[in-house]
């Protein structure tokens, strides 16, 4: 198996991405190392808000609502999963795993910011974050969830998702920032459509995005499917403020939110919302309110002044 870095050049320009670097370097497991990029912006001691992108999207996907929420008072840190973005990508699709996703993440979370944190999840990044939150829900001060949820299994999967798991298993013309175009009500320039293939010059670097949709536990038999069981229990008791805010045009999940909402302590009487116009790359159509959506959570837990 190989370990690819990113091109450099591939990342030059682009638009309204404007932030530093920032690297971590990561145990993948079975002796091999890579490096994961992440945003850290907005001042250190300010209170840290996580911003978990999905499949298959990168931090670029947070470049509108960073702004926002750094003037709003918060520090923001978004990384690239592995096997996305700027971070590193093991070519073999075997080598992703669901737990592992969940190792790399934590290790980036001990790391760079263990304190008790905000968190802004969609698509994958909810089935990461709202699973740390299940394990761990004393490090989280407030959730905002899009577009996504925590699967157990059931064998209850909407078509659109099981068309996509199939479309990346075997499409031959997997291009992401085309997948990207099409997830979204907002038209992408064409720049914001190479921004994010960047990542992804060739089929070995695409070996993560295309594992993603395999791993999600839909069915009984799928690894972390019991992890998940038992992450509910912290999850459903999570009793502080609990936001969904889902795009109503998203094919995938988009009717996964009252689920949610119905289902987590801290989001009784939250003005949860479909958003319209709004498809299932959120951050992408409505992303002011999406960080309303952050700030006024945070503020209700005070955690923001």
């Given at each position: 198996?190989?370990?690819?870095?990113?091109?450099?050049?591939?990342?030059?320009?682009?638009p309204?991405?404007?932030?530093?670097?920032?690297?971590?370097?990561i145990?993948?497991?079975?002796?091999?190392?890579?490096?994961?990029?992440?945003?850290?912006?907005?001042?250190?001691?300010?209170?840290?808000?996580?911003?978990?992108?999905?499949?298959?999207?990168?931090?670029?996907?947070?470049?509108?609502?960073i702004?926002?929420?750094?003037?709003?008072?918060?520090?923001?840190?978004?990384?690239?999963?592995?096997?996305?973005?700027?971070?590193?990508?093991?070519?073999?699709?075997a080598?992703?795993?669901?737990?592992?996703?969940?190792?790399?993440?934590?290790q980036?979370?001990?790391?760079?910011?263990?304190?008790?944190?905000?968190?802004?999840?969609?698509?994958?990044?909810?089935?990461?974050?709202?699973?740390?939150?299940?394990?761990?829900?004393?490090?989280?001060?407030?959730?905002?969830a899009?577009?996504?949820?925590?699967?157990?299994?059931?064998?209850?999967?909407?078509?659109?998702?099981?068309?996509?798991?199939?479309?990346a298993?075997?499409?031959?013309?997997?291009?992401?920032?085309?997948?990207?175009?099409?997830?979204?009500?907002?038209?992408?320039?064409?720049?914001?459509?190479?921004?994010?293939?960047?990542p992804?010059?060739?089929?070995?670097?695409?070996?993560?995005a295309?594992?993603?949709?395999?791993?999600?536990?839909?069915?009984?038999?799928?690894?972390?499917?019991?992890?998940n069981?038992?992450?509910?229990?912290?999850?459903?008791?999570?009793?502080?403020?609990?936001?969904?805010?889902?795009?109503?045009?998203?094919?995938?999940?988009?009717?996964?939110?009252?689920?949610?909402?119905?289902?987590?302590?801290?989001?009784?009487?939250?003005?949860?919302?479909?958003?319209?116009?709004?498809g299932?790359?959120?951050?992408?159509?409505?992303?002011?309110?999406?960080?309303?959506?952050?700030?006024?959570?945070a503020?209700?837990?005070?955690f923001?002044a």
């Amino acid at each position: 198996m190989q370990i690819n870095a990113h091109d450099p050049a591939r990342f030059a320009d682009l638009p309204d991405y404007p932030f530093a670097e920032n690297w971590l370097t990561i145990d993948l497991g079975e002796g091999f190392a890579g490096r994961m990029h992440y945003l850290d912006e907005g001042p250190s001691d300010a209170p840290p808000v996580l911003l978990l992108h999905g499949e298959p999207s990168w931090s670029y996907l947070y470049r509108k609502m960073i702004p926002l929420l750094v003037d709003a008072g918060f520090r923001c840190l978004a990384p690239d999963l592995i096997g996305f973005g700027k971070s590193d990508k093991p070519d073999d699709q075997a080598f992703y795993t669901y737990a592992r996703h969940v190792d790399w993440l934590n290790q980036f979370r001990n790391t760079v910011v263990p304190q008790v944190a905000g968190l802004f999840c969609q698509d994958w990044g909810g089935l990461l974050g709202l699973r740390m939150v299940g394990q761990e829900p004393d490090r989280f001060a407030f959730v905002v969830a899009s577009n996504t949820f925590l699967p157990t299994g059931g064998g209850k999967a909407s078509p659109g998702f099981l068309a996509w798991r199939e479309f990346a298993r075997s499409s031959p013309d997997f291009r992401i920032g085309g997948i990207m175009d099409r997830g979204c009500q907002t038209p992408f320039s064409e720049a914001e459509i190479a921004a994010y293939d960047a990542p992804f010059p060739d089929e070995p670097s695409k070996a993560g995005a295309r594992a993603f949709p395999q791993l999600v536990p839909v069915e009984d038999n799928r690894p972390g499917v019991a992890d998940n069981i038992t992450a509910w229990e912290g999850l459903a008791a999570f009793d502080k403020p609990f936001l969904t805010l889902f795009g109503e045009d998203d094919p995938v999940l988009g009717m996964a939110g009252p689920q949610l909402a119905r289902r987590v302590k801290g989001a009784e009487g939250q003005p949860h919302s479909m958003l319209s116009k709004c498809g299932h790359f959120s951050q992408e159509d409505r992303p002011a309110e999406l960080a309303q959506g952050v700030i006024d959570m945070a503020k209700k837990a005070g955690f923001l002044a």
